[in-house]
Each structure stands twice: as C-alpha cells, then as structure tokens.
C-alpha cells in the first residue's frame, strides 16, 4: 500500500537554490533547474528518507515512473531538444531526486554530462517567470 505523502518533506537547501517550484505532481515536487543552458527539469518526490528508488513502495515508484514519462514527452517535444538525460545520481544530495534534461547535438555540454560542465548561467527574473508558467501550462 502506498504511503500517503507528509508534511514532514523539506526540501534539501541545494534544490531550493538552484531550481524553482513549477507544480506537485502526485508524488513528487516538479521543479525547474535554474539554468538557461538546458531545459532541465527535476523531480523531488515528497516521501521524507527516502534517497534512493528502492526506498519507495511500489506504488510510489510507479507514481514516480509515470511522472518521469509525463515530463519526458513534454522535454522531448521541446523545441531544439533531440535527446533525453534522465539520472539520479544524489551522491551530494541525498533525498532521492531525478534530473530530466533535453540535450542536443551543440549544447553546452554535448557529449558529456550537464555536472561539471561549467557554471549554471541563471534566468533573469523575468524570463525564469515565464518559464515556470510555460511548464504550469504544458503540465495541465
């Protein structure tokens, strides 16, 4: 049976910020990395101690798995975006979280990975606004 997400979920201080709340989904938070380079979107599911896939129940892992393909076809939909980069490493932070990134041939860190591939450029205020609106809209 799946356990109820709590109140008792914070979200770890280095997600905060770097990213930006865009909605919850049914598990997890769907948040947007604050990086211009990349549409890159994470999702931090709200079940308190859990840091890895094994640490949900089933049925949490299959609310997850449907929100990582629901995000996945609108990344893959996205203008420029020819390739999904889907990972949760969570060595630095340990609350389990999945990166969903769409990546193209000439993209910033094209071949490599998004980590370590030069500082995030960050949104202005404006634009990181209209971002997060864009993906509430998508998300309906």
């Given at each position: 049976m799946t356990e109820a997400v709590t109140s008792d979920f914070d979200l770890d201080s280095r997600l905060a910020a770097d990213s930006v709340l865009i909605a919850d989904g049914?598990?997890?938070?769907?948040?947007?990395?604050?990086?211009?380079?990349?549409?890159?979107?994470?999702?931090?599911?709200?079940?308190?101690?859990?840091?890895?896939?094994?640490?949900?129940?089933?049925?949490?892992?299959?609310?997850?798995?449907?929100?990582?393909?629901?995000?996945?076809?609108?990344?893959?939909?996205?203008?420029?975006?020819?390739?999904?980069?889907?990972g949760a490493l969570g060595n630095i932070v340990p609350h389990l979280h999945l990166h969903l990134v769409g990546r193209h041939d000439g993209d910033p860190a094209w071949p490599g990975p998004v980590w370590g591939s030069g500082p995030a450029r960050r949104f202005d205020a404006d634009t990181l606004g209209t971002h997060v609106e864009q993906w509430r809209q998508r998300l309906r």
């Open positions: 049914p598990l997890s938070q769907i948040r947007l990395m604050n990086d211009e380079r990349f549409p890159w979107i994470v999702l931090v599911p709200r079940v308190p101690g859990a840091s890895e896939w094994i640490d949900l129940d089933g049925g949490q892992q299959r609310l997850l798995l449907a929100e990582i393909n629901q995000i996945s076809q609108l990344l893959k939909h996205t203008p420029g975006v020819s390739k999904l980069n889907i």
